[in-house]
């Protein structure tokens, strides 16, 4: 069940405080609905636009209504039906081949609980999946939040420094046989819980990101057999 602008699916994942939201792609709709951009601070708008323009939010909001052959693409963070965080790309016509700026928003009140990071591994996966090869971002240099998402992605990011911005070209590429070993191991784990569980009926992890330090199933499905009474690994749990 990867998340896809092209899928329309739906997926829900676990944030760090313990809640819960619905990652799915941007609809020409949300132009409306997308309320984070006018509710941020000065000093967030700052970070995002490199100004404290009104304007440069309501142009942000109203990006979710181009058509996908323009080579853009969203992803939206929702909870409680409230978008509250975007994460998106832009194509760079006429630059590198495959290669597509990126940004983030996000609203005043969620901050520092794994939204950025989230939205955008999901965005990376949709991204390769239609020919993106590197993200582009810029960055003002004091803002150490989004320079954190980048660095959290586990991927090899080139910056580089130009006064108070900061330029970083993230190849999306992978990281190589390094990561083979925690693969081995999810799968050795899935294969024990298929054992152990004969209840077991399907199980699909997918998009599963593979870092050096570890290996993370973004999104899971497992459906077990309907219970018997006299199932013995069941009543062992009991």
């Known amino acids: 069940m990867s998340v896809t602008p092209a899928s329309g699916e739906r997926v829900h994942a676990l944030l760090t405080d313990g809640t819960t939201v619905c990652v799915r792609p941007a609809r020409p709709d949300d ?16 970070l995002r636009f490199f100004s404290v323009s009104r304007r440069s939010g309501e142009q942000a909001a109203a990006r979710v209504a181009q058509p996908e052959d323009s080579g853009y693409r969203a992803l939206v963070a929702e909870r409680g039906g409230r978008i509250i965080r975007i994460a998106e790309y832009q194509i760079d016509v006429g630059k590198t081949a495959g290669s597509a700026e990126i940004s983030l928003a996000v609203g005043n009140k969620r901050h520092h609980r794994g ?119 069941l009543r062992q749990l009991r």
């Open 31 to 46: 132009q409306k609905a997308l309320r984070l951009h006018s509710e941020m601070s000065d000093a967030s708008l700052r």
């Open 115 to 233: 939204v950025g990071t989230l939205l955008l591994e999901h965005l990376i996966s949709a991204a390769r999946a239609h020919g993106v090869r590197t993200f582009t971002a810029g960055a003002l240099t004091d803002n150490h939040e989004v320079l954190k998402v980048f660095a959290d992605l586990g991927l090899r990011a080139e910056r580089r420094f130009d006064g108070p911005a900061v330029h970083c070209v993230i190849p999306l590429g992978g990281t190589g046989p390094v990561v083979l070993p925690g693969l081995e191991q999810l799968l050795l784990r899935l294969s024990r819980m298929a054992s152990d569980l004969p209840q077991l009926a399907e199980v699909d992890f997918n998009p599963v990101l593979a870092r050096p330090e570890h290996v993370t199933a973004l999104d899971a499905r497992i459906r077990l057999l309907p219970r018997r009474a006299q199932d013995p690994y």
